[in-house]
Every structure is written in structure tokens, then in C-alpha cells.
């Protein structure tokens, strides 16, 4: 019979970051050193998604236009959560 997390074992082996929870209540925490209890649960350490910026141009009227030539504004959106990390004045 196949272990429950024989797929995520294999991976481990090959050198992927491995992340546990005890219930799914809990936050993944990294391991180093895996125990593969069939309780608790496993997964390969997901990717994190880049930030992305986005160039604007606000004009003194409010008008906003997405314009990378002419901006005077830059705002960074956190890839992972979508909200909004930071504006600078260009």
C-alpha cells in the first residue's frame, strides 16, 4: 500500500521545501526534518507571487490614467494579498 504523502516524501527527497500543519486551524510552518505523521498535514512550500507595480498619472482635476510615459505616481501591490503595499510620488 502507497504511504498517504509518498508523492510529497519523493519531493522532500528531491530537494522541495516542506510545510506542516497539525489541523486545519493552524498555520503551515516550515520543517526541515519531516515526520510524515498521517495526522497531520503536508505540502510542497508554495511560491511566492512577485509584487507588481503600476505607473499612473493623476492630474489635479482626480483624473487617473494607467500611464507608464507620463506617470507621476507609482503604487506596489503585494502579489500574494493584492492590497497595497506602497505609493511613491515619481
Known sequence: MKHIHADLIHAWADGAEIEIRRNTDAPWEKTEAPRWYSEFQYRIKPELKPNFVRNYQISKDGTVWL?????????????????LKSAEVL
Do not use: C
Open 67 to 83: 500611464s507608464p510615459s507620463t506617470a507621476n505616481i507609482r503604487l506596489t501591490f503585494d502579489g500574494e494579498t493584492g492590497k
